[in-house]
């Protein structure tokens, strides 16, 4: 079973880190990808863009798209494996996220603070499909994600493992109040109704943004990054 995933980040991304590309279908030039794509030894194939919006179900591929093999899934031991050594560690939890750009946008800011990885449920939450690759601008290639059956026992199981839940929502202490020089698990809810109140009973802190404007929330993609960076500073201080 193979898909297809488009945007020229993304693909170089694929043909840099990965052999997960079979198909390069290009509708323009582009000479650094057909150079990656040669050394990679996959196949170009030239067509025009209709027949590729048709492949890819878009039509902002930007005149490249790449036939892959399925994103692979981990289990949370392979993130854990991820946390860089003398470092607390982050991982993101994801309590039934429903946008894809919302998902990829949570990658890219992943990568960039170093995360072990994120964690969502198996069924209702969006998956790795090729709007979130773009979306993630290639981090869907580098941060591991794990897809479990049970959010709630999985918190369980990381807190006995010596990690501490953050929730992030509309009421709790302000996020600058408190250090975050501990192993986190942070937890963003869904867009429309937030965190679940099982797992919410579950955390050991929650946490909010101070809101002084007219609109009473933010994106959930933008809330997640302004808090990794909040734990990235706690756990990366300047020295």
Not at 68 to 73: G, N, R, S
Not at 213 to 224: D, E, P, R, T, Y
Request: charged content about 25%.
């Amino acid at each position: 079973m193979t898909q297809f995933v488009y945007g020229k980040n993304v693909i170089r991304q694929i043909l840099t880190d990965s052999d997960r590309a079979k198909t390069i279908w290009m509708a323009v030039e582009d000479r650094e990808i057909e150079q990656l794509a040669k050394q990679a030894h996959v196949q170009i194939r030239k067509t025009d863009r209709k027949q590729l919006t048709k492949l890819c179900g878009s039509d902002r591929h930007q005149g490249i798209a790449a036939e892959i093999a399925p994103y692979q899934t981990y289990e949370v031991e392979d993130l854990l494996r991820q946390v860089p050594d003398g470092k607390p560690g982050l991982l993101i939890m994801l309590d039934e996220l429903e946008d894809p750009h919302n998902l990829g946008a949570v990658l890219r800011t992943a990568d960039a603070v170093g995360a072990a990885g994120v964690i969502f449920k198996k069924n209702h939450a969006v998956g790795l499909t090729p709007a979130v690759a773009k979306v993630s601008a290639g981090a869907i290639e580098t941060v591991k994600c794990a897809a479990v059956t049970n959010l709630s026992r999985t918190l369980e199981d990381l807190k006995k493992k010596g990690w501490w839940a953050v929730a992030a929502d509309m009421d709790g202490q302000d996020y600058r109040s408190m250090s975050y020089d501990f192993p986190v698990v942070l937890i963003i809810g869904n867009e429309g109704k937030g965190i679940s109140r099982l797992l919410r009973e579950k955390c050991d802190y929650v946490i909010s943004l101070p809101m002084v404007g007219k609109i009473s929330s933010l994106n959930a993609s933008v809330s997640a990054g302004i808090l990794m960076y909040a734990v990235y500073n706690s756990q990366n201080p300047i020295r």
